[in-house]
């Protein structure tokens, strides 16, 4: 439908410039924690350079489902598993009312035996897909697709920033 | 339409202060006044009949004789009526909640209404079609009259209704038309309740059921002289309604098809952003979204490595993501053993060997432990991993020109050079081993990486 695009690339903007910012400041953050940590620890191993890399990612999906907002599953699905990470790390986080009701009303698809179809493998990649049936899942899988994308062209034209 | 406009506005002034009674004093008198005049020849003369027995012209006397009751609709009705509540009642919904519940009571009324009108139609016998026609529509501009007022009623409804609201009219009208075309049976009187029933409780899920419906009008109306059952709904004792060719009226089959629908529309929403969306099967369709997210996740795993050093003069961003494209297959095909053949095949020329096979074993040996060091040291020295398609492709290219070739083939991506402008020498060229953003390029990716220096 044409005026359903329209509005989703309207829409794309503002979440582009919030998922920018979110992410620029939880990089700031980063460099900070780590310049604390001594400078040069990680250029030494590859493992602390690993941590790193996770926790840009982390920090980068952290960014987007906080931009997205509540509005969408997938953002409450990742907003959800991220709090359950960082409750299990023990890192400290503002406690933050999370609904519940999310996990508890999630129906699964019933798995059949044979080999896992199409659907579920995209359940799979999309987070919160479990509890979706096939409609949602498309739906939420166009909106997450959109959002991705402008995740990458965001951290891209960070990263070219950077080097300059 | 302009008997319908003055009945409207009429029906409005009536009915505005909410309250149920004037329909309900409406459909008494009619069950009273059931004498028609069966010599009608014109519209207007019949309208003026309706009009004259509704009593709508003294809009004091319904709410005089009738003090307002809170009592529900149907329990003053006659049992023709409850019959018809009983069919309303026992037809599932989908979205039944009060909404809903409510919207069929005013529909209640004016399919009574309806079935009143349609009898008429019968005991006035039947003229030339096109006359019944022409009478048909004006009882169903008056329906739809009725059913707009009954929907102004309620004011909580109209909320509810202001999409559908046009589009059950529709349906409404369309069931009309449809239910009084088709025969003269004494049970199609229960035939078009059904029929109605189900653009009804479609409209409540999407207005465009009423577009659904004029096809099914036009589809009933062919009946008669199609003589033949479409679709084959047999006669059951609950009297359903013909089916239209190839299609069901089973509710299950239209929340079925409304279902795929909707997935047939998502589907399409998707492939406007998934790039080589010019599949038509929806399975490959499906493929390819995956593949597209799985693609986009590696893309961000790819550049949240390339945030280490952060304003360092490499450029982590080219080395990281050849190595994430590249390092896999390169570790798929026996590591460091290809990387040398590879290697030692692609030198174009080499002002000291030494030094370089030195850095091809260094290289392969920190490949095999963490790609992004390996890429890091190679960036150092100004070298660069690329796909070998690539590098034939550039190669060719820089014979003709030993100055520094600089490649930039996509806008995003950064040329950097190690050692700066001191040494034109040496070029760096970047690779696109995944195109960001562009969609394409990715069997560039899966090609053997090497090390070329011109």
């Given at each position: 439908m044409a005026s359903k695009h329209t509005i989703a690339t309207r829409h794309a903007q503002g979440i582009r410039a919030r998922f920018a910012s979110r992410f620029l400041r939880s990089l700031l953050r980063l460099r900070r924690s780590s310049n604390r940590f001594g400078g040069s620890q990680s250029n030494d191993e590859g493992i602390g350079k690993r941590i790193r890399t996770d926790r840009i990612k982390i920090a980068a999906y952290a960014a987007m489902a906080r931009a997205v907002g509540p509005r969408r599953t997938w953002s409450r699905a990742l907003l959800f598993k991220l709090r359950n990470r960082a409750r299990i790390h023990g890192v400290s986080r503002k406690r933050c009312l999370v609904s519940e009701k999310k996990r508890i009303t999630r129906n699964k698809v019933v798995a059949t035996s044979s080999e896992p179809s199409r659907a579920d493998t995209l359940r799979k990649l999309v987070p919160g897909g479990d509890s979706m049936d096939t409609c949602v899942l498309l739906e939420e899988t166009a909106h997450y697709i959109k959002c991705l994308a402008t995740q990458v062209t965001v951290m891209q034209s960070i990263a070219d920033r950077l080097l300059l | 339409m302009r008997p319908c406009s003055r009945e409207m506005q009429g029906m409005n002034s009536l009915l505005?202060?909410?309250?149920?009674i004037p329909l309900q004093d409406l459909q008494n008198q009619q069950i009273q006044n059931s004498h028609f005049d069966p010599n009608l020849s014109s519209n207007e003369d019949f309208l003026e009949q309706m009009l004259s027995s509704c009593s709508w012209a003294d809009p004091k006397s319904p709410w005089d004789l009738n003090p307002p009751t809170n009592l529900p609709f149907p329990t003053n009705n006659s049992s023709s009526s409850a019959k018809h509540r009983d069919l309303f009642n026992e037809t599932p919904s989908s979205n039944s909640d009060s909404n809903n519940v409510g919207f069929r009571n005013n529909f209640d009324e004016s399919v009574i209404l309806a079935s009143k009108l349609r009898q008429h139609q019968i005991s006035c016998g039947n003229g030339a079609a096109a006359s019944d026609a022409a009478k048909m529509m004006l009882p169903q501009q008056l329906l739809m009259a009725v059913a707009r007022g009954g929907l102004s009623l309620n004011d909580d409804i109209d909320g509810s209704l202001s999409q559908g609201g046009d589009g059950s009219i529709q349906g409404l009208f369309n069931g009309f038309g449809a239910g009084s075309m088709s025969g003269t049976d004494g049970a199609s009187n229960q035939s078009m309740q059904q029929h109605f029933n189900h653009p009804q409780g479609g409209a409540m899920q999407s207005p465009n059921l009423g577009a659904q419906g004029a096809p099914a009008t036009t589809a009933v109306m062919n009946q008669p002289q199609a003589s033949g059952s479409n679709g084959g709904s047999p006669a059951q004792p609950r009297q359903r309604v013909r089916a239209r060719r190839g299609q069901a009226t089973d509710p299950h089959s239209i929340a079925e098809r409304l279902r795929r629908e909707r997935i047939a529309e998502r589907m399409k929403a998707l492939q406007e952003l998934v790039p080589n969306a010019n599949k038509t099967d929806k399975a490959s369709m499906l493929d390819e979204i995956i593949d597209y997210v799985k693609f986009l996740q590696l893309q961000v795993k790819v550049l949240s490595m390339s945030r280490l050093g952060g304003a360092a003069a490499v450029a982590p961003l080219v080395a990281d993501m050849s190595s994430e494209a590249g390092g896999d297959c390169i570790q798929a095909n026996d590591n460091g053993g290809s990387l040398a053949r590879t290697t030692n095949g692609n030198q174009t020329a080499s002002t000291n060997d030494n030094s370089l096979t030195v850095t091809e074993h260094q290289v392969a040996k920190m490949m095999e432990e963490d790609m992004g060091t390996a890429m890091q040291y190679l960036q150092g020295k100004g070298l660069c991993l690329m796909p070998i398609s690539l590098a034939t492709a550039i190669s060719t290219a820089t014979c003709h020109n030993r100055t520094s070739g600089i490649i930039n083939s996509h806008a995003p991506m950064h040329q950097s050079n190690g050692e700066g402008p001191t040494s034109p020498s040496m070029s760096v060229l970047t690779v696109q081993s995944m195109t960001m953003g562009n969609g394409g390029g990715d069997g560039v990716a899966k090609d053997a990486a090497s090390v070329s220096k011109p």
């Open positions: - | 505005n202060p909410s309250s149920q």
